[in-house]
């Protein structure tokens, strides 16, 4: 992977995310989170968009470390924010503070926070929400098989016969 998020050999494809392998300026590997992921996507569109308009080829993708987040339980967290190093309570809120500020839209925090306040008081886990296209999906697949399934059988099939 090149220094400006893109293929080898191949400038029109960039690799974002997951798919990311990419050391930064100190050799140190860049974590697999979100941010990373969220900088490289506006990198990638600064780019593409400076390429439409003509403009020469900008600097080399750097990832700005904002920290690190994580829960431990309820109202229960870490944070790593620069020197910072917080436990407990107060990591809780600045995680809860930070998600928020991150989701996109009024009716989505507000969403996020009525979830997070049943969760908490009734000790509920999340629910598994079935779309109506999973649910034709898995009937279809019921009666019909799983053309994946079926692909592989035939492929094992066909191998065996070939071996004889």
Known sequence: MEKDLT???HPEIFVLGDM??????HG???PGVAQVAIQGGRYAAATIKDRLDGKPAGKPFRYFDKGSLATIS??????SIGKLRLGG???WLIWVAVHLLYLVG???????????AVSFIGRGRSERV??????????????YGDPFERTRLEAIVADSTKAK
Do not use: C, G, Y
């Open 28 to 30: 140190n590997q860049l």
């Open 89 to 91: 309570f107060p990591a």
């Open 20 to 25: 990311m392998n990419l050391n930064d300026e």
């Open 130 to 143: 079935s779309t109506i296209q999973q649910a034709f999906a898995r009937r279809a697949i019921h009666e």
């Open 106 to 116: 009024f009716k989505n925090r507000v969403s996020a926070v009525m979830h997070w």
């Open 74 to 79: 309820r109202f229960s967290a870490v944070a």
């Open 7 to 9: 293929v080898p050999n």
